[in-house]
């Protein structure tokens, strides 16, 4: 008896391994468009042409050459690729209850739209040296320093937990002494192209920032930051 009930209690956990499994498998991010020269490199592999349809998994860098770009499909978030940008796919996992998605951002600029879906929960993650900002159903555009927000509120905060919320309609950069800047209303139509330009019309004043949380660990020596979005 002492060993059915241990063969069954086994059954049950391998049971319940694969459908942990099936529940939480690696997601994949479809090529929705291409123009110019676009590459990716899968992990150990060659770098290949870009093509419509082309899907990439977890590890893949993907790259864009001058005057070329991209857009990335992961179900409902979309993610524009501008010229001469290059993109780790760090982790895509997907789930019944959505999708988690993490970024890194090596050099370019690029535009994510990640729309609210009834029911379930997009955690996307882009990393950068520099800043970090921290969204729900929004769409903005990032190059690893200037925030620009076109849809919805943005939490911009640097490694050491200064931040300022960023609107719709807003933009915000990393000033040279590493402190968020306060927002700065921009027109509908405006672009991280006419960043130049707003932050020399933007009058910069003294930061002072909102009570942070406990501090992490200390970072390692090569601090990188994220682009978190949450959307519920």
């Given at each position: ?107 370019g600029r690029v535009k994510a739209d ?73 027109g509908p139509n405006s672009d991280l ?21 406990p501090p992490a660990a200390a970072p ?13």
């Amino acid at each position: 008896m002492k060993k059915l009930l241990v063969l069954v209690s086994l059954a049950c956990l391998a049971s319940a391994a694969v459908m942990a499994a099936d529940e939480a498998a690696a997601a994949k991010v479809v090529f929705a468009a291409v123009s110019g020269k676009v590459e990716y490199q899968r992990p150990g592999s060659a770098w290949k042409p870009a093509k419509v349809g082309d899907s990439v998994e977890k590890g893949t860098i993907v790259s864009t050459g001058f005057k070329s770009s991209a857009t990335l499909k992961l179900d409902e978030t979309s993610l524009y690729l501008k010229p001469l940008t290059r993109l780790t796919l760090e982790d895509l996992i997907k789930t019944s209850g959505g999708t988690q998605t993490k970024l890194y951002l090596l050099a370019g600029r690029v535009k994510a739209d990640v729309p609210p879906q009834a029911g379930k929960t997009t955690d996307f993650h882009i990393k950068s040296p520099t800043a970090t900002a921290s969204v729900r159903g929004t769409e903005f555009e990032f190059d690893g320093m200037n925030l620009m927000v076109s849809r919805g509120t943005v939490q911009y905060q640097t490694p050491t937990n200064q931040y300022r919320l960023v609107g719709a309609q807003e933009f915000s950069y990393i000033a040279p002494n590493g402190t968020v800047t306060p927002p700065t209303t921009v027109g509908p139509n405006s672009d991280l192209g006419d960043a130049a330009q707003v932050i020399v019309q933007s009058t910069v004043g003294a930061f002072t920032p909102p009570p942070a949380p406990p501090p992490a660990a200390a970072p390692a020596v090569k601090q990188t930051s994220t682009v978190s979005v949450t959307v519920q």
